[in-house]
């Protein structure tokens, strides 16, 4: 995948947003071929070779490029922070996963607000329907069975020891939805979310307790702000306990690139 295949296929609108945040940034985005196993698409900003990318699948679509450009957007123009990481401590790979766990989460709320806002279509494009067709249904599912934590389909962090925190986050993230966007998903779609909801507040309690406190943050601070989006970061992160290995950072405008002073 290279550059000029992406931008052959790209949509005017964005196209258009592709040429303002390069322009605003003084950047050349460059995209490259993302494992199919690793998602949709990522977006990556290496300061010391002042290169911005976007990796995206080999079946990628405008709204995909559009939510990593946003991510560039809000980090090297607007000046919404990062998680970074402390000088001198050690960059274990369990740490680095709980980290991007809640700066995904955290950050992916402003993305759909500006998505939404821009016009594309929340049920479907901004929230994928693998989402609601894969956790959504199946969790509710596994958990009416009783399955042991390791089978219930949100075990993704169990390994590194921060499976709390990735259960926690399904359920932050479905009661956003719920709470920002139930009038607008279709009614399959919004019965899904209800029935997530009402299996893990059933028989997830200690991740419950822990969900409806970083629920709290969201509530109490308006994420889509600058200062709001960097208390719940910084807040999250200190609840999980990771506030000893990073701290939020912002990116600062050096020569032709960024860089992203120690927290």
Request: proline share 2%.
């Amino acid at each position: 995948m290279n550059r000029s295949d992406v931008i052959g296929k790209l949509g005017c609108r964005v196209s258009t947003m592709l040429n303002e945040v390069e322009k605003a940034c003084g950047l050349q985005v460059q995209f490259q071929t993302l494992a199919g196993s690793c998602g949709v698409a990522q977006y990556r900003y290496d300061p010391h070779a002042s290169t911005a990318t976007v990796l995206l699948r080999s079946d990628w679509e405008d709204v995909d490029v559009a939510h990593e450009l946003m991510h560039m957007k809000l980090e090297l123009v607007e000046g919404f922070a990062v998680l970074a990481w402390r000088s001198g401590v050690s960059q274990t790979a369990a740490v680095e996963s709980a980290v991007a766990r809640v700066r995904a989460y955290v950050d992916d709320e402003v993305v759909h607000s500006r998505l939404a806002q821009q016009g594309f279509v929340v049920d479907g494009e901004v929230l994928k329907s693998q989402l609601f067709d894969d956790i959504y249904t199946k969790v509710p599912r596994y958990l009416a069975k009783l399955r042991p934590r390791q089978q219930d389909g949100m075990a993704h962090l169990d390994g590194v020891g921060y499976g709390e925190l990735c259960r926690s986050s399904f359920l932050v993230q479905a009661e956003l939805i719920r709470s920002n966007y139930s009038a607008i998903l279709s009614d399959s779609h919004r019965k899904k979310v209800q029935r997530f909801v009402d299996a893990f507040r059933t028989h997830r309690s200690v991740e419950v307790t822990k969900a409806d406190l970083v629920l709290d943050l969201f509530r109490t601070n308006d994420v889509t702000t600058v200062a709001g989006h960097r208390q719940v970061l910084e807040s999250w992160a200190q609840l999980e306990g990771l506030d000893s290995f990073v701290g939020a950072s912002t990116y600062t405008k050096q020569g032709n690139g960024y860089i992203l002073p120690w927290p």
